[in-house]
């Protein structure tokens, strides 16, 4: 699974072999450049989703209910699910299960395919202290397989792990029945999600060790960029052949 944010790369991403594209809260971050996905919203995520299914019409796509909106009840989870499913999304991603566990079965109960997100939940950054491994301790550890069991219970058909150590992710993949995903979780999950941008290399500031860098991207693209630039300074850009009749 890539999270990616627009037509353009849904397009690509459609045209090769992942199975699925998530259109993550990480937006917020990625393309709106705020310091962390608080600062999605509904209407931000409706865009990215609509524009994600006009470019990948025939693939599963996740949306992330953003900040807050599974934490307000079941009536406005339900809104701002149903409006990312009007949008185009196939599913939703939920963070954590403790508090809102009503809210994914209803969600479930309805209709809406629900995939769970434990581990590193970065809307919870504030609480967290920061973007760190979780599930270190045997307690924290055993708390986090017991919020996998519950959103099996509750229906969830999927769970990304995000930062957890690998035993644990590899632990919790063999318990459940449904796949786990792992970001910086290890080998041993069902399935694996990266960033797009960073499998691309797009930003150079942005180098966790757990994302592996495909090709330099932002190489090659300000490499272009200044071959553009120098050719417009000397002329050569338009040539001949590249100006309209
Ligand atoms: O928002 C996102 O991109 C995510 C993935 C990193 C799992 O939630």
Redesign the pocket.
Same mark, same amino acid.
Request: hydrophobic share 40%; net charge negative; no cysteine.
């Given at each position: 699974m890539l999270?990616a944010y627009d037509a353009l790369m849904a397009r690509l991403v459609a045209a090769s072999e992942a199975d699925a594209i998530?259109v993550?809260?990480?937006v917020a971050m990625v393309v709106h450049g705020f310091p962390s996905?608080v600062h999605a919203t509904i209407e931000m995520m409706r865009t990215h989703v609509a524009a994600v299914r006009r470019g990948a019409p025939e693939m599963l796509v996740v949306a992330?209910m953003p900040f807050i909106s599974a934490r307000r009840g079941k009536v406005a989870a339900t809104d701002a699910a149903g409006a990312l499913m009007q949008a185009g999304a196939t599913a939703v991603?939920i963070e954590g299960v403790r508090g809102h566990e009503e809210v994914v079965a209803h969600l479930v109960e309805s209709g809406i395919p629900v995939m769970g997100?434990l581990g590193l939940t970065?809307q919870s950054v504030h609480q967290l202290g920061g973007y760190r491994l979780q599930g270190r301790g045997a307690a924290d550890a055993e708390r986090l397989r017991e919020d996998a069991r519950r959103l099996e219970e509750l229906g969830a058909f999927a769970i !990304?792990l995000?930062c957890v150590p690998a035993e644990l992710a590899a632990g919790i993949t063999a318990e459940r029945s449904i796949p786990t995903i792992g970001?910086g979780a290890g080998a041993g999950t069902a399935g694996q !999600?990266l !960033?797009v941008s960073d499998l691309l290399g797009l930003d150079p500031r942005f180098q966790p060790r757990f994302a592996r860098r495909y090709v330099e991207g932002h190489e090659l693209i300000q490499d272009a960029i200044n071959r553009f630039a120098r050719d417009v300074r000397a002329a050569t850009f338009p040539a001949r052949e590249e100006v309209l009749a």
């Open positions: 999270a998530l993550g809260d990480s996905t992330d991603k997100h970065p !990304v995000e970001i !999600v !960033v």
